[in-house]
């Protein structure tokens, strides 16, 4: 028996888009079950395939002189009208004969191909629907039921569905048929009921508003600007915290536009939606006040390192802008910097002495200063040109460092986040995730950048603190040595080191 499918396979693969190879076995496998069907056998079955997708139904016969089985056997008289040259014992393919292979053996492979080929469409669509999953997709309103907006994803494509639980409370009852919409495709499964695929729409989860951002701002799409965290509120507040390892990009105003225009797109495709763009930083001080944004936040307090908690501190007139509507922007600021923060105001952090160091510190340098330099009364800080050579190390956060943002990240990683904290390290080599590379530029901006001080090195005769190999004392202004046996430092005025005893005598010249 001789099929000719070749139009047939070649119109399923332009119309269905299943492979010509997938094709040619569902239906070598729907002649296979049709034949044991009608036979009851396989033992004898051939199944020939030209290149022209032609099908041939062979049964293996063996050349007998008297017929005995003609399931398996064939005369003589009758093989050589297929074979010429057949001889007895001879094992020749013979075609099926239509009306012996039956009608209903033939109804049922083309019945079974069908129903094969409208499964391998499903699956194909499955398959290819789900390598999308994750995308944005843009379709039209088709009709809305319950307040699930079902969407015509394009013709003889499966139907998406917008369940109300996956749209922001912003957009309810807004879309109508004929509406164009644009969502991500959530989640792809099998749909029993309908024996179809179930595509599952959304435009209240995270993913959609990072997928937006990518298609509106070249940079973060080719990773010039990368996303590192993201935490919605959906139809109220986003928070988006991005960072760039290029120093001459400001990876905020980037993201924000010439005069905000980029973010205003994605606020009007999210209805209003407030998207807040902050820079991430390694230091969590730093970060968390980034995170309470639009509030400006005066200090932050890490309370309990361990257990990840820390007080913002600000006016009183920020804490509406802190907690935020419904109480929206602190809790994602909490959810994007993975601390759990309290905000309280000044007032309150002063009453509870969180910042009374900070205090005590200004009013000693205060009087360290000399009197002809300025004092504000409004804030109590000293105004001092010089102030950044006085001041001491533990002033300096690594923010405020020109070191790369690789080696920060490093260094908070073990836990440093302030200059103080980093000088204390003998040999940077030591921290853990660091290269000898970064090690040596970091000695070298150490070395180049900061005076250290040694509380142990103190003026023989005023007690000041000296920097490391001082040649003078910058508070009485004597010329400082160092005794050649402990290294303390010693004046011309001393016979004996204090340190170690070594008795000392200066050569007049």
Same mark, same amino acid.
């Given at each position: 028996?001789?099929?000719?499918?070749?139009?047939?396979?070649?119109?399923?693969?332009?119309?269905?888009?299943?492979?010509?190879?997938?094709?040619?076995?569902?239906?070598?496998?729907?002649?296979?079950?049709?034949?044991?069907?009608?036979?009851?056998?396989?033992?004898?079955?051939?199944?020939?395939?030209?290149?022209?997708?032609?099908?041939?139904?062979?049964?293996?016969?063996?050349?007998?002189?008297?017929?005995?089985?003609?399931?398996?056997?064939?005369?003589?008289?009758?093989?050589?009208?297929?074979?010429?040259?057949?001889?007895?014992?001879?094992?020749?393919?013979?075609?099926?004969?239509?009306?012996?292979?039956?009608?209903?053996?033939?109804?049922?492979?083309?019945?079974?191909?069908?129903?094969?080929?409208?499964?391998?469409?499903?699956?194909?669509?499955?398959?290819?629907?789900?390598?999308?999953?994750?995308?944005?997709?843009?379709?039209?309103?088709?009709?809305?039921?319950?307040?699930?907006?079902?969407?015509?994803?394009?013709?003889?494509?499966?139907?998406?569905?917008?369940?109300?639980?996956?749209?922001?409370?912003?957009?309810?009852?807004?879309?109508?048929?004929?509406?164009?919409?644009?969502?991500?495709?959530?989640?792809?499964?099998?749909?029993?009921?309908?024996?179809?695929?179930?595509?599952?729409?959304?435009?209240?989860?995270?993913?959609?508003?990072?997928?937006?951002?990518?298609?509106?701002?070249?940079?973060?799409?080719?990773?010039?600007?990368?996303?590192?965290?993201?935490?919605?509120?959906?139809?109220?507040?986003?928070?988006?915290?991005?960072?760039?390892?290029?120093?001459?990009?400001?990876?905020?105003?980037?993201?924000?536009?010439?005069?905000?225009?980029?973010?205003?797109?994605?606020?009007?495709?999210?209805?209003?939606?407030?998207?807040?763009?902050?820079?991430?930083?390694?230091?969590?001080?730093?970060?968390?006040?980034?995170?309470?944004?639009?509030?400006?936040?005066?200090?932050?307090?890490?309370?309990?390192?361990?257990?990840?908690?820390?007080?913002?501190?600000?006016?009183?007139?920020?804490?509406?802008?802190?907690?935020?509507?419904?109480?929206?922007?602190?809790?994602?600021?909490?959810?994007?910097?993975?601390?759990?923060?309290?905000?309280?105001?000044?007032?309150?952090?002063?009453?509870?002495?969180?910042?009374?160091?900070?205090?005590?510190?200004?009013?000693?340098?205060?009087?360290?200063?000399?009197?002809?330099?300025?004092?504000?009364?409004?804030?109590?800080?000293?105004?001092?040109?010089?102030?950044?050579?006085?001041?001491?190390?533990?002033?300096?956060?690594?923010?405020?460092?020109?070191?790369?943002?690789?080696?920060?990240?490093?260094?908070?990683?073990?836990?440093?986040?302030?200059?103080?904290?980093?000088?204390?390290?003998?040999?940077?080599?030591?921290?853990?995730?660091?290269?000898?590379?970064?090690?040596?530029?970091?000695?070298?901006?150490?070395?180049?950048?900061?005076?250290?001080?040694?509380?142990?090195?103190? /003026? *023989?005769? &005023? $007690? =000041?603190?000296?920097?490391?190999?001082?040649? !003078? #004392?910058?508070? %009485? @202004?004597?010329? +400082?040595?160092? /005794? *050649?046996? &402990? $290294? =303390?430092?010693?004046?011309?005025?001393?016979? !004996? #080191?204090?340190? %170690? @005893?070594?008795? +000392?005598?200066?050569?007049?010249?």
């Amino acid at each position: 028996m001789t099929l000719n499918l070749s139009t047939a396979i070649r119109e399923i693969n332009q119309e269905k888009g299943i492979s010509e190879e997938l094709i040619q076995e569902t239906i070598e496998s729907a002649l296979t079950h049709a034949y044991k069907k009608y036979y009851g056998t396989l033992e004898n079955l051939s199944i020939r395939v030209s290149d022209g997708f032609t099908f041939t139904v062979n049964s293996i016969k063996e050349v007998v002189e008297e017929l005995d089985d003609d399931l398996f056997e064939i005369e003589l008289s009758e093989a050589v009208k297929f074979v010429p040259s057949a001889k007895l014992g001879d094992k020749l393919e013979i075609p099926c004969d239509p009306k012996e292979f039956g009608q209903l053996a033939i109804h049922s492979a083309k019945q079974t191909i069908l129903q094969r080929l409208k499964e391998i469409e499903k699956n194909t669509k499955l398959s290819n629907f789900k390598r999308k999953e994750g995308e944005i997709i843009v379709g039209f309103v088709q009709r809305v039921k319950d307040g699930n907006v079902f969407v015509n994803l394009g013709d003889q494509e499966p139907e998406g569905i917008l369940l109300k639980m996956d749209q922001s409370p912003a957009e309810l009852e807004i879309y109508s048929p004929g509406d164009r919409i644009k969502s991500i495709i959530y989640k792809v499964e099998p749909d029993r009921r309908s024996n179809n695929i179930s595509i599952r729409l959304s435009r209240r989860n995270e993913e959609f508003v990072k997928k937006l951002l990518m298609l509106e701002i070249p940079e973060l799409s080719d990773e010039t600007i990368k996303i590192k965290e993201i935490q919605r509120e959906a139809g109220y507040r986003t928070k988006v915290a991005v960072y760039t390892e290029k120093d001459e990009i400001d990876p905020v105003g980037a993201c924000v536009g010439s005069k905000g225009n980029r973010i205003q797109n994605i606020t009007k495709e999210l209805s209003g939606e407030k998207i807040d763009v902050i820079q991430w930083s390694a230091n969590p001080k730093v970060f968390i006040a980034h995170a309470l944004t639009p509030a400006e936040v005066i200090d932050v307090i890490i309370t309990n390192e361990e257990e990840k908690t820390a007080t913002a501190i600000m006016e009183e007139s920020q804490l509406s802008f802190a907690i935020g509507a419904r109480g929206a922007n602190i809790n994602l600021a909490k959810k994007i910097s993975g601390w759990k923060i309290d905000v309280i105001t000044k007032a309150e952090a002063l009453e509870n002495n969180l910042i009374i160091d900070q205090l005590q510190k200004a009013e000693e340098l205060f009087r360290q200063i000399p009197e002809d330099e300025e004092v504000t009364e409004e804030n109590d800080e000293v105004v001092d040109n010089n102030i950044e050579e006085t001041s001491a190390e533990g002033d300096y956060m690594l923010d405020d460092l020109e070191i790369s943002d690789e080696i920060k990240t490093i260094l908070t990683t073990n836990k440093i986040y302030s200059v103080e904290e980093l000088i204390k390290i003998e040999d940077f080599s030591t921290l853990p995730g660091i290269t000898p590379e970064m090690a040596k530029e970091l000695q070298e901006y150490i070395d180049e950048n900061f005076d250290i001080i040694d509380e142990d090195l103190q /003026c *023989p005769e &005023c $007690g =000041a603190a000296l920097a490391e190999n001082a040649e !003078k #004392c910058p508070n %009485c @202004g004597i010329d +400082i040595y160092y /005794c *050649p046996d &402990c $290294g =303390a430092p010693i004046s011309v005025n001393e016979t !004996k #080191c204090s340190r %170690c @005893g070594v008795e +000392i005598e200066f050569e007049k010249e």
